[in-house]
């Protein structure tokens, strides 16, 4: 039997306003901005050619939103059912969801020990911020990395169960961390670990039973209005 694998493409949600503002955003709904849906547009525009068999986001409203735009863009929005999947919901940052980025971090970087914020980011991984993160939560409410990666895992298991010997195409609309984490996870040696751009795209195949990464992070399809 042939094994026709399949290819996913891993879309960010587009600019929200907490985006905008700087503000902690994990499971916080905050619609897409005005440059948002303008850079989805540009996005979906880029993406016209490509017609998907399948679409998912998580079941935060900034992903659907976005998937949206693009199905309208790439004239599938009348064919295509998009599936909701909670596990792939951005981190959650619990009682901090919604602060002021810099006064979030401030808080993990005292706990962590460290003089300064670039400092901090310096010397400690997504991770370990992550798990500070829970620790510095009163109400124990934020999701440390163990919790994080193993709901996006599950998710990842179920949508691969359903697609990877069918030669499909699947749009993925979720978050910046939580596609970042899925790419380090599948992709050996990946080092171009920098925070996606909202509405980039990155692009995987899977082909006899190995994970290649074609496109990471990428901008350079958006197309603007003619």
């Known amino acids: ?5 399949v290819k996913i493409y891993f879309v960010r949600h587009g600019e929200t306003y907490f985006n905008y503002y700087g503000r902690m955003q994990g499971w916080s709904n ?8 303008k850079d989805v547009r540009r996005c979906g525009r880029g993406l016209a050619d490509e017609k998907f068999n399948a ?5 935060l409203q900034r992903t659907q939103d976005t998937a949206k735009i693009i199905l ?21 940052f619990g009682s901090m969801e919604g602060m002021y980025g810099s006064e ?3 808080k993990v970087r005292e706990h ?9 980011f310096k010397n400690t991984s997504v991770p370990e911020r992550m798990d500070a993160f829970r620790a510095i939560d009163p109400e124990k409410h934020a999701e440390d990395f163990k919790m994080f990666w193993s709901r996006v895992e599950k998710g990842l298991i179920k949508l691969m169960d359903r697609h990877k010997y ?25 080092n171009d670990t920098e925070s996606l751009l909202n509405a980039s795209v990155s692009v995987v195949n899977y082909e006899d039973g190995l994970f290649h990464l074609d496109r990471y992070n990428d ?6 209005a003619e």
Do not use: C
């Open 1 to 5: 039997m042939t094994n026709k694998g």
């Open 30 to 37: 905050m619609p897409l901005t005005e440059k948002g849906k």
């Open 55 to 59: 679409v998912y986001t998580s079941d």
């Open 72 to 92: 309208e863009e790439n004239g599938q929005i009348e064919t295509m059912n998009m599936i909701q999947m909670p596990e792939f919901r951005e981190v959650f």
């Open 104 to 106: 979030a971090y401030d």
């Open 112 to 120: 962590l020990g460290y003089e300064t914020q670039k400092e901090l």
């Open 166 to 190: 069918t030669g499909e195409k699947i749009l993925l609309v979720a978050h910046g961390g939580t596609i970042r984490y899925i790419l380090q996870n599948i992709i050996p040696n990946l």
């Open 219 to 224: 901008v350079s399809h958006f197309q603007d």
